[in-house]
């Protein structure tokens, strides 16, 4: 009998859809993702987002063959992914999709893996929908250059691109509606 990690049971997908909609939500907030014995909330995202109706692009290789076979996503290229995973410590070298006018929802969703959601030497204000006043959040493992492309990608409003930020256990979220600056 073949015994699957927990992250990959319905009942830990539906918790950790319920973190993420809290995450999307309330923007900048840490959002602990259910406990799974392989503590990869990379994975427990990704095991609760995608199937063989999505595609997804692993930009910086991040996955091996089983997660793959798990997964049953459709591979892409980045600039055609649903769901895009890379790596938060690289400078963004990718063009996702940012929907269209008539359908904004066409976009691309980031998955990046950061080391911290919790603390770290990089310091960010958000403000917007969600976000009760202005919030400030520590990270680590972020170049800043994430931010500074992401403004780019989300200037033609309602087009753009939605992020999950996410370490080893929590989410953090910052929907294309977030306006978020380095202190």
């Known amino acids: 009998m073949i015994e699957l990690d927990a992250i990959w049971t319905p009942a830990l997908q539906q918790q950790c859809y319920r973190s993420l909609l809290q995450a999307m939500s309330y923007p900048g907030q840490v959002q602990r993702l259910p406990a799974s014995g392989s503590e990869n909330a990379t994975l427990a995202i990704l095991a609760t987002l995608v199937d063989a109706e999505v595609s997804l692009s692993d930009h910086d290789c ?3 063959l089983d997660a793959w076979l798990l997964l049953q996503a459709q591979k892409s290229s980045s600039d055609q992914a649903d769901f ?8 963004p070298a990718l063009n996702p999709r940012l929907g269209t006018l008539s359908s904004p929802e066409r976009s691309a969703t980031l998955i990046v893996r950061v080391a911290s959601v ?7 204000k958000m403000v917007g929908p969600g976000v009760k006043g202005v919030l400030q959040r520590d990270l680590e493992g972020l170049d800043p250059a994430w931010l500074s492309q992401r403004q780019q990608w989300i200037s033609a409003f309602p087009l753009g691109v939605d992020m999950l930020l996410v370490d080893q256990s929590s989410v953090v979220g910052i929907p294309r509606t977030t306006q978020v600056e380095v202190c």
């Open 62 to 64: 991040l996955l091996d």
């Open 84 to 91: 895009i995973l890379c790596r938060g410590d690289l400078a």
């Open 118 to 124: 919790n603390d770290g030497n990089l310091r960010l």
